[in-house]
């Protein structure tokens, strides 16, 4: 019923910026919570940062300062600006979101499929 796709990856150099988007379809009544998650190569997911419902921001330390993290809500999106990007950031690169959804009482946690994030010189 919801899908997020996230857009916008690619090769980067390094000290180069990117940035992503996450869009949010399907039977929605309103997204709560939203999320960047990242994996890289042999990694496990690990959380990038959060903003909640009314635009709140919080990071993990490795990206605070570099990543910006804003949503629309009236477009159901939500992107992630990468500023100052290291080979470290190389990754695929999720969204996540907690969505209300027609006919359901509870919201339902939903991922995108992911974007890949290559910063390589």
């Known amino acids: 019923q919801v899908q997020l796709v996230e857009s916008g990856g690619g090769l980067v150099q390094p000290g180069g910026s990117l940035r992503l988007s996450c869009v949010a379809s399907?039977?929605?009544?309103?997204?709560?919570?939203m999320r960047w998650h990242r994996q890289a190569p042999g990694k496990q997911r690990e959380l990038v940062g959060t903003?909640?419902?009314?635009?709140?921001?919080t990071y993990i330390d490795s990206v605070k300062g570099r990543f910006t993290i804003s949503r629309d809500n009236t477009k159901n999106t939500m992107y992630l600006r990468m500023n100052s990007l290291e080979p470290e950031d190389t990754a695929v690169y999720y969204c996540?979101?907690?969505?209300?959804?027609?006919?359901?009482?509870?919201?339902?946690?939903?991922w995108g499929q992911g974007t890949l994030v290559t910063v390589s010189a």
């Open positions: 996540y979101a907690d969505v209300l959804v027609l006919g359901s009482s509870t919201s339902r946690e939903v």
């Open positions: 903003i909640s419902s009314r635009g709140v921001t």
């Open positions: 399907g039977n929605i009544v309103s997204i709560d919570g």
